[in-house]
């Protein structure tokens, strides 16, 4: 009897499965939340304050790190730091901005393929079909050789490659929501179309796009690391992480941190954006959590 009142005991002491996963998904959010967010002041402070102007060229060449230059300067005698910290304000412009075009976008065209006719459904998925076949960045390169290099054409080009994958799960969720009896109720009781979108289909779709857009974030944000590494992004004097490599990579066996700080800037932010991710799939998204 004692053994069996033990056991209960001991079973009752034990945290619940369900407990453990919520302090899991908060850890994991937590921890995106705060490599995104050093970023974030990092991209905030460099509007007020900088070591020096990133064009500053007045530094010995590849000075190592020093009080005078923490992270040393490049081949230029330009301050790596300062060149990071801008670096950062690019980064976050061009994850969001390039979400931002993607999700109105993909959004726009995943909607008026729920809504559409059979045929006009079926041409729009082999378009999105096609589209989703070529990896985002060799379409990002394609826009960016057609249209000019820049900062601005990056952001277009990023979130215009991403728009088929966006289109693609919204008609697909969009379709689900549609197959439901309560939104056959709401047409039957007058409800326009556009009160089934406001009313059922977003906030039906939304976690699982939110999700979706937050990992979309990193990869724009790597795609134009990529474009400015092939001198496909944003030009001199912006002080691209993607170009930092790329500048770095001749004199990486006698200034390594110039290779070494770009690389972790961009690993530090992606590996946040994807937790956010995660943390966000399972906070916001009930059919989809996980056991851990």
């Known amino acids: 009897m004692s053994a069996v009142v033990d056991q209960a005991a001991a079973q009752g002491a034990a945290p ?3 407990v453990r996963r919520r302090g899991r998904r908060s850890v994991t959010l937590g921890i995106g939340l705060t490599l995104v967010g050093l970023v974030v002041v990092v991209a905030l402070v460099s509007f007020f304050w900088l070591p020096y102007a990133p064009s500053d060229t007045a530094g010995s060449r590849l000075e190592p790190p020093g ?5 040393g300067t490049d081949k230029l005698g330009r301050d790596l730091l300062s060149q990071l910290m801008v670096g950062a304000r690019i980064a976050l412009a061009v994850g969001l901005g390039a979400v931002l075009i993607g999700a109105v976008v993909g959004i726009t065209i995943g909607l008026l393929a729920a809504f559409a006719s059979t045929w006009l459904d079926d041409t729009i998925s082999a378009i999105l079909d096609i589209l989703i076949a070529f990896p985002t ?11 000019g290099a820049s900062l601005g054409t990056a952001i277009l080009a990023i979130g215009l490659a991403m728009s ?3 289109a693609r799960l919204t008609r697909v969720l969009s379709k689900r929501v549609l197959s439901q009896q309560y939104v056959t109720a709401a047409r039957t009781s007058g409800t326009t179309w556009p009160g089934v979108v406001a009313r059922h289909i977003l906030p039906n779709i939304w976690p699982t ?3 979706n857009l937050a990992l979309q974030f990193g990869i724009a944000v790597l795609a134009e690391a990529s474009l400015s590494y092939l001198g496909l992004g944003a030009p001199p004097p912006n002080a691209s992480w993607g170009r930092l490599l790329q500048e770095a990579q001749g004199t990486v066996a006698v200034a390594p941190v110039g290779a070494i700080a770009p ?6 932010l992606v590996i946040g954006v994807n937790l956010v991710a995660d943390g966000l799939r399972d906070v916001a998204d009930p059919t989809r ?3 851990r």
Do not use: E, N
């Open 137 to 147: 960045l060799l379409l990002a390169m394609l826009i960016v050789a057609a249209q």
């Open 67 to 71: 009080p005078s230059h923490w992270l």
């Open 263 to 268: 690389g972790i800037a961009l690993v530090i």
């Open 209 to 211: 796009l939110l999700v």
């Open 16 to 18: 619940q499965p369900g």
């Open 289 to 291: 959590r996980r056991s």
């Open 164 to 166: 088929a994958v966006i």
